[in-house]
């Protein structure tokens, strides 16, 4: 394998869980007497852009087709999230009635849909298709497909800009990162922004997080490893959020790099050097990490043996 993003041949496991069938996968009655597809599950980290990643073991499209078990609405706590953040980049940005926001994996219309309340002009882009007929039956605009340039090509040449164009747990999903991160470049209007939120992995680490580490996921993100992928499109980080979703998560915000109307903020400087100093730029930092998950999968398993023979007394 070989890097998504810069390309280097791919020789440190950061994480080898061996085997495992593919997320969201559910079986069918008829399937329970079937043999069950498992997929390899081995996660590399690159030695030269320190990207975690897993191969594309089973293709996006399959993962991501018309019968994806996933509505976001069904959780109340992260409406609430895209609610509080829908009044923050319009009290923060002011937005209004002129200005467009895009959202990418706009999933059921769980968030476009409070920039629609407010009068605000809204775009899904969400490939599968059946979440995205219930934001369609919510008014909200969506466009069945899988994002990067060439679609961001055919709206720009309709004329189509994003003053706020989004994403949320969407940048670890996608097996082309730079092809999605260069078409956000492409689509962004010249004063616009950015915002994606994705877990962090110095999280996934200190909390030894490795049951986040699953196929749908492609890509574990440091801010490190994010800003050069960014920086390699002509994106630029304006400000960062530490935020406690997903076991820790991270919001970027990004402008176009010629954009001078915002100021890049004490926070992108913070973090970077928080991140350095747990050692994200150390191959030392990712090479422990196997380790840590056998201990705590042996520990499990002495738990539950200890259990069971006192259920048995």
Request: charged share 25%; glycine share 4%.
């Amino acid at each position: 394998m070989i890097c998504r993003f810069c390309k280097t041949k791919l020789q440190h496991v950061f994480l080898d869980l061996v085997n495992a069938p593919a997320s969201n996968s559910f079986l069918t009655k008829e399937q329970l007497n079937e043999p069950e597809i498992f997929y390899p599950l081995k996660a590399f980290t690159c030695h030269n852009c320190f990207l975690v990643q897993v191969d594309e073991y089973k293709k996006s499209n399959d993962i991501f087709n018309n019968e994806y078990a996933y509505f976001s609405s069904y959780s109340r706590s992260w409406l609430e999230h895209a609610r509080q953040y829908t009044d923050q980049m319009i009290e923060r940005f002011v937005f209004n009635s002129h200005s467009q926001v895009i959202e990418v994996a706009s999933n059921d219309g769980y968030l476009l849909q409070y920039f629609m309340q407010k009068n605000i002009p809204v775009l899904g882009i969400e490939p599968t298709k059946n979440t995205a007929e219930v934001a369609v039956k919510k008014g909200i605009n969506t466009i069945t497909e899988f994002f990067g340039v060439r679609l961001a090509e055919m709206l720009s040449a309709k004329g189509l800009k994003a003053d706020l164009l989004l994403g949320n747990n969407v940048l670890a999903h996608v097996p082309d990162i730079v092809d999605f991160v260069a078409g956000m470049k492409n689509l962004l209007a010249p004063n616009g922004v950015i915002t994606m939120e994705f877990p962090h992995l110095v999280k996934l680490v200190e909390n030894h997080q490795f049951d986040t580490i699953y196929h749908e996921h492609f890509s574990y993100l440091s801010f490190y490893a994010v800003t050069k992928i960014f920086e390699s499109v002509g994106l630029k980080m304006f400000d960062v959020e530490e935020l406690p979703t997903h076991g820790g998560s991270l919001r970027i915000y990004a402008k176009h790099k010629e954009d001078d109307t915002k100021k890049v903020l004490p926070n992108i400087f913070a973090l970077k050097n928080k991140e350095a100093a747990a050692g994200i730029n150390d191959l030392q930092y990712y090479e422990a990490f196997q380790n840590k998950a056998e201990r705590i999968k042996l520990d499990l398993l002495d738990f539950l043996i200890t259990q069971k023979q006192l259920v048995d007394r």
